[in-house]
């Protein structure tokens, strides 16, 4: 039975069949594929059938409404309900797999059958395909406090694509948990099915793709900055409830460090907005910026004032 499904949301046509080709070209054979048109107004039908049309492995759908524009997460899990397999992968439009990614991938979840949840090695490449960043990857698995307190170091490279999940577990948690923009709903999710831990690859076997064209390259829309911020702040809400799981039995000042790495991550995200939204929503971000990270509200003003205002 085919254990794999790569689930690809599609919309853009720009990497698409580079995307494809990585996929096509894995060493391990068996699986399956299905991309799904988000009613884009590209012809990605025809970059299908001309990449991979000839291969039964992969299936083409399209939306008959778009999903993207009203909630990205909405056509994750529309495609994760589709899943018939024991493991699936979201994958994009735009990144890039190395050929073993599914070998080493398998390996690690024979060696730990309890984990719900891998993660393979990755690292940034521009639109050009060129290797903008890399990270360091030295445990091979990682409990889920542990596997939290990684995500939050700085050289991670995020994207959900380079995730191996359990198909089940994930939708016996509710699927993947729906903020703005799908901003931080992948971390959020992650920590939920990592309740067994996750297992990592120590070789690099995914690349990220930061470019002009997708969302988290993009900067500068006041509208995105706002749906940016209010996501940011889901997040922030959604880790203060779920870190009380750990209140117990843990080390509490490794349970600091972890409160402290989060609470800078809103920071530094909403410095980049600031730039870009439009008054009334930062205000009304700072006014509703709870107590508890009261201690970043000066720093978030005076930057807002030194950047937005230009004094």
């Known amino acids: 039975m085919t254990k794999y499904t790569f689930l690809l949301p599609a919309y853009k046509p720009y990497f698409l069949a580079e995307a494809l080709e990585s996929i096509k ?12 048109d988000d009613c884009s107004p590209h012809d990605l039908k025809s ?31 529309l495609l994760v309900d589709m899943c018939d397999t024991e493991y699936f992968i979201m994958a994009s439009d735009d990144d890039v797999y190395e050929p073993e990614f599914l070998v080493e991938a398998d390996k690690l979840l024979v060696k730990y059958p309890k984990a719900n949840l891998l993660r393979a090695r990755s690292r940034v490449i521009d639109g050009k395909g060129k290797v903008k960043a890399e990270e360091d990857v ?9 596997f ?33 923009s799908a901003w931080f709903s992948d971390d959020v999710t992650n920590f939920l099915v990592a309740d067994e831990g996750c ?20 900067w500068g829309n006041p509208i995105d900055s706002r749906k940016k911020m209010i996501a940011t702040y889901m997040n ?18 490794f349970l600091s460090t972890i409160e402290r ?21 930062f205000l009304r971000f700072l006014v509703k910026c709870p107590n508890d990270l009261g201690l970043f509200k000066p720093r978030m003003l005076a930057h807002y004032l030194r950047n937005k205002i230009k004094i």
């Open 261 to 281: 790495e989060y609470k800078y991550k809103i920071y530094t995200n909403i410095q980049s907005y600031i730039y870009s939204c439009y008054v009334k929503d």
């Open 199 to 218: 297992c990592m690859t120590q070789h690099t076997t995914f690349n990220v793709r930061n470019s002009d064209v997708n969302i988290s390259g993009q």
């Open 148 to 180: 939290i307190h990684r995500i939050y170091q700085k050289d991670w490279v995020g994207g959900i694509a380079s995730f191996v999940y359990r198909t089940k577990h994930l939708k016996d948690k509710g699927n993947f948990v729906d903020f703005p």
């Open 47 to 77: 970059i299908f059938e001309k990449t991979c049309g000839d291969d039964p492995r992969f299936v083409f759908r399209r939306n008959e409404k778009n999903m993207g524009g009203k909630s990205l997460v909405s056509h994750w899990n």
């Open 138 to 146: 030295t445990d091979e698995w990682l409990d889920n406090l542990h």
């Open 25 to 36: 070209e894995q060493a391990y054979t068996d699986f399956k594929v299905i991309v799904s």
């Open 236 to 253: 922030y809400d959604w880790m203060k409830t779920y870190m009380h799981r750990f209140d117990c039995g843990v080390d509490k000042e």
